[in-house]
């Protein structure tokens, strides 16, 4: 089978180093991808927003699966334009995809299928959000309602905190995102983020893992995409996976097919663990990143045959195996990540860092500029090892990064 994997990040490297292991795959390509995706993929320069460009792409070249990597694309419709071509897509349509694309469609959801969630409310004003904020009182969370990189979501300590929030989403502060907002009780607990594989009627566990926020050591400074995460959880325990799935998954996906809009591709649940149980924080309609390098590098099973079951309506009897290892990745961002990163560094020992036992590096932002590997991101490497415990895989990852010359 012929795979185009759409997307340039550390996910999508770590997406195709796994595909390319696969037995069914014939030629593995990749738009845009980047210069680690290219070890493994042969990168065509098909522009992902001409999804009439995709599609011909698709046809010229016999794709067997596009692999969505992204939200952007998916919820600006790629997985549409293929479906109506004809080209098998593993990747929510952009209706579908509105889960992670508003957040007051996931909060209506959830509030008509009793799906556990913070409490909240819609608003398209800030007069009456403020007055609402001023109800609840702080702590409390202001979201902009669309897609803003990760940044749109204001954990507010104190009111004033709150309602300088509320002005900065209606001023503009994340574009048209923000020209709705949420305002969400503060959940108290411990953060996880749960995987599912879908096929628009099943949705199958496919791994967890725990992220880290915020740029800085010691959890400090502005939260970013993420800057290192480990699978699995150890907190999601055997009892709560079976009552996320029948108290938020499977509502989800029974909600999204009566809408018309069944859900296929990756869910990823942000949940929170409370004193009263899980409950979501969010959906995404992605695999996290940096979350995915380090599933990947943990997936015993062959990745294409899962993902090809998941977009073919077919997941039914498939049961994700695991390696026993724990996996972790550290991301290594360019100076001035998240506000203004620096480019064009030259990086030097991404050789040496997978000599050392257990390590993969996948590549996030980086270009080739001669012969050099250059920084051209905020998020420029992902060191990744696996090891018996997330102590040894913690130890054999920095090992890597200390050959990293950059
Ligand atoms: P989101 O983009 O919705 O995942 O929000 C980003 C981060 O804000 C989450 O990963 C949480 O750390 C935090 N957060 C979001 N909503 C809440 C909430 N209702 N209570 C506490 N923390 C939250
Ligand atoms: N690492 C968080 C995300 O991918 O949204």
Redesign the pocket.
Known sequence: MNVLLIGSGG?EHALAWKVSQSPLLSTLYAAPGNPGIAEHASLVGVDINDHENVVSFCKETDIGLVIVGPEAPLVAGLADALNAADVKVFGPTAAAARLEGSKGFTKDLCAEYDIPTAAYGRFNNAPKAKAYVRQVGAPVVIKADGIAA?KGVVVAMTLAEALDAVDACFEGAFGSAGAEVVVEEFLDGEEV?FFCLCDGKLAVPFGTAQ?H?RVGDGDTGPNT??MG?YSPASIMTADITPRVMRDIIEPTMRGMAEKGCPFTGVL?A?LMLTKDGPKLIEY?A??????CQVLMMRLADDVLPILDAAANGDLDGFSPRWLSDKAITIVMAADGYPDSPLKGTIIRGIAAAELQPHVKVFHAGTALEGADIIANGGRVLNVTATGGTVRQAQERAYAGVDEIDW
């Open positions: 996910r990760g983020s992220d926020k995409g993420g995460a990823y942000g995404n992605r695999f996290g990143d940096p979350e």
